[in-house]
């Protein structure tokens, strides 16, 4: 292993309270976001501190065990069988900010809401996800597309500095000048190389945004797919949106006309005056009769709401490719196989617009440097039981599979549910270095990751 590793000065290790199956709280501690998952571990341990965690890989590698660090759990299903595996929960939470030098430190646990809550009051705004509670370090680790993604790249290209455990047990920090291949590394690759106890954002002096979402009948799907893929293929980099098929269940926090019936949505955000905003989304936004229209000027912490995604843990499955320009035939073989008259038993299908700083590696960038194609789809559901899930998995295949002729033949691994290599998620020699990197860092594979990077 490298010996021009940076340490932490001060870190310590504490032998961590492990919880075992026969522990009457073993069941609740092992749940992860995504409900659907049944994952049973040998041991967890709640890592409060950076301490727990230093412990928590001691302890693994005294008992032969391997290590999987977990903040939230929404990409829970990706995680293969855990029972020769210690799961981390990290619990360490907190957000630093350095409103001066425009950082956020943050601890590995937090959730967006933290972090857009915590650089609200500066003026700031963050590359957060879009939805509320998903884990920052996850997100961020495996690329980041936020609603500011084609403005201002993947928040993975935005962090200046990792600090990690290490298999060794050593907590480290990382940043372009120390170990700068395993901080590519980290930036995109997910957790095979470490625990990641805190991380530094950069943050934008952004105080506005017109942001929101329209939403029309299924009816209007073939005209406004059409005008919107071919009006989001031009669109300046100042806006980043989403075209949803979706059908929302009957719940009371689900605004009236959207409730179990099946709608177009396109959602997103611009990075401009409200008139010259509404100006560039003029090519889409007028067609049809649309049913709601809530596009306004928000501060980006509302970002994270107007993706409507759920508001608690619910069981999930999805999967997703990316995929390049799409024609006529593309545009067809999308409607075709999630039917925008019925959706279920999707939730909602997505394209989620690329290209702008989404297409350009910046100087620096890390593993995941940029997204290929033109668009991302997405494919998730709420499985009701097994039946139902077999019947819903079976639909995300159908999805998935009819844009393969237009697949780049890579994926945003962020958005895949199905696990397994992490090869598929990287365009040409990436992969390849992801491994030299593991090889030097992580021989032996003692971390799971929710796509795997193989050491051979």
Do not use: C
Not at 6 to 12: C, D, P, S, T
Not at 115 to 128: M, N, Q, R
Not at 182 to 191: C, I, K, N, P
Not at 309 to 331: I, S
């Amino acid at each position: 292993m490298s010996t021009t590793v940076h340490r932490i000065a001060g870190a310590v290790r504490v032998r961590p309270d492990a919880i075992l199956p026969q522990h009457p709280a073993y069941d609740d501690a092992r749940l992860a976001w995504n409900l659907a998952v049944d994952q049973r571990p040998a041991a967890i341990v709640v890592a409060r501190t950076t301490a727990d965690v230093v412990g928590a890989v001691a302890l693994a590698a005294e008992r032969g065990l391997r290590v999987a660090a977990q903040g939230t759990g929404h990409l829970a299903s990706a995680l293969p069988d855990l029972e020769n595996a210690i799961l981390v929960k990290t619990a360490i939470g907190g957000v630093e900010v350095d409103p001066v030098a425009r950082v956020a430190r943050v601890g590995a646990g937090a959730v967006w809401r933290d972090v857009v809550d915590a650089v609200h009051p500066y003026g700031l705004a963050a590359l957060s996800g879009s939805s509320h509670d998903v884990g920052v370090l996850g997100y961020t680790l495996g690329g980041g597309a936020s609603w500011l993604a084609r403005a201002k790249g993947l928040s993975a290209n935005n962090v200046r500095a990792i600090e990690l455990v290490t298999a060794d047990a050593r907590l480290v920090r990382v940043d372009a000048d120390h170990e700068p291949e395993l901080f590519w590394a980290l930036r995109g690759g997910g957790g095979n190389f470490g625990v990641v106890t805190h991380i530094e954002l950069q943050l934008f002096p952004i105080a506005e945004v017109f942001a929101g979402m329209t939403v029309w009948p299924a009816s209007a799907a073939r005209e406004l797919l059409t005008a919107w893929a071919a009006w989001a293929t031009d669109a300046p980099d100042e806006v980043t949106t989403s075209f949803r098929l979706l059908r929302l269940p009957d719940l009371p926090d689900v605004p009236e006309p959207l409730r179990d019936v099946p709608v177009v949505v396109v959602d997103g955000a611009v990075l401009a005056e409200p008139a010259r905003a509404a100006e560039l989304l003029a090519g889409f936004r007028a067609v049809g009769e649309p049913l709601l229209d809530t596009w306004a000027t928000i501060p980006p912490k509302r970002l994270i709401e107007i993706h409507m995604d759920p508001p608690a843990p619910v069981p999930a499955d999805a999967d997703t490719t990316l995929v390049g320009e799409l024609d006529e035939a593309g545009l067809d073989a999308f409607l075709t196989a999630v039917d925008p008259d019925v959706v279920a038993p999707l939730l909602f299908a997505e394209l989620r617009q690329l290209g702008g700083a989404l297409g350009r590696v910046p100087e620096g960038a890390g593993a995941r440097g940029r997204f290929e194609g033109a668009f991302t789809v997405f494919a998730v559901g709420v499985p009701e039981g097994p039946e139902h899930a077999d019947l819903l998995a079976a639909r995300i295949d159908a999805v998935v599979d009819a844009m393969r002729p237009w697949s780049t033949g890579t994926a945003y691994l962020n958005f895949s549910d199905r696990g397994g290599s992490a090869e598929h998620g990287y365009g040409p020699g990436v992969y390849e270095r992801l491994q030299a990197v593991r090889r030097v860092w992580d021989p032996q594979e003692r971390f799971v990751g929710s796509h795997r990077i193989a050491t051979s």
